[in-house]
């Protein structure tokens, strides 16, 4: 048993910006929280760093907005979308309340994890859980390990936000890895770049795209995906193969030319992971233990937050119920979470196709660059705070790729 304490209300495993923003939310309701994670804090984290403008809403919630503005990160004021062929277009937040943004994670997560302590969240880092314990089918609590050896910790309800390999969710069964989408990420950061602005950078072609997240005006978060089949060449020399694969988009190599990397690169995949569900007796699932769909547009930790504000919904209605029987409500959050995901997800899903297939992407950036409303609303959608059901219609599609 974890020091001094009997079963806890809640169990949070990992400190993710999921973990933390639900760590925060349940005590902000009352409930007795304990937050573990196997890193020590800061801590790196492959990711594209780009945050789309809806983040700013679930961050004030948290009362963490204050603290990730004190980090200074760069502003996204939109996208620049760049076809196989070179053709460009530029989308704006247009409407947004605030611009998106790009930070360090390693920056973002602390400061994230910090609010959790600040609520009154009990945070133990260095702790990795390692089972779960169950009675009857039920999800108790979690066993874990750290340098003293094993421990024990009971809930009354357990969080698995953990991350794409997440303990919780593959003990319980429910998370696997996409049958088709076998995509790596291969992240570098680079100082000196030139030609950043205040946008994040999409580049199709090259067997992949190619991302591009200003941290300032010179330095660069530069992550490309390409297919698991090409990352075999890469062997033991990781740098060399990022460092060739990047002249596959010569409008981002050519920038690069007298910049520095400033570190050398780390790789991650394969990306896309399938939850068949987010909730067991006694568990919740959220971020990307929930499930992980190789996102083209950069909405990764606006989805965590927002994953976690649903689940905090049905975790505290559980939690102050008087009756143990309360707690089957627990999969209203996947119906809760399928009904606020399923039309962008199927929007990712149009975007990969769009971005498989060069002719496509080359034709829809060509309409798009022509009709600057149209972009906008394109990139409005990735941002998250226009609906992204608006882009499924016939209509759209259509006028999207009718010149």
Known sequence: MVPGTGARDVIVAGGGPAGSAMAVMLKQ???????????????DKICGESVSPEAWRLLAEL?????????SPHPLRGMAVTAPDGTCFRGDYRGAAHPGFAVRREHLDRVLLERAREAGVEVREGLRVTGLLQRAGVVEGVTAVNGSGPEAARGRLVIGADGRRSIVARRLGLLREHRRLRKFAVRGYWEGMQGLEERGEMHGGGGGYCGVAPLSPTRA????????REMSAAGGALEGFYRRTLRRWPRIAERLARASLLSPPRAIGPLALEASRVSAPGALLVGDAAGFYDPFTGEGITLALRSAELATEV???CLRAASARAFRALPDYDR????????????????????GRPWLANAAARRLARRPDLADRMVSIAGDFVPARTALGPGFLLDMLWS
Do not use: I, Y
């Open 29 to 43: 309701r009352g409930h007795d929280v304990l937050l573990l994670d196997e890193a020590r804090f800061p801590r």
């Open 63 to 71: 009362g963490a907005d204050g603290a990730v503005r004190a980090l």
């Open 221 to 228: 978060n530069v992550t490309f995906v390409l297919d698991r």
């Open 315 to 317: 975790a505290d209605r």
């Open 336 to 355: 809760m979470r399928h009904a606020a995901t399923r039309h962008k997800f199927r929007f990712n899903r149009l975007l990969q196709v769009v971005v």
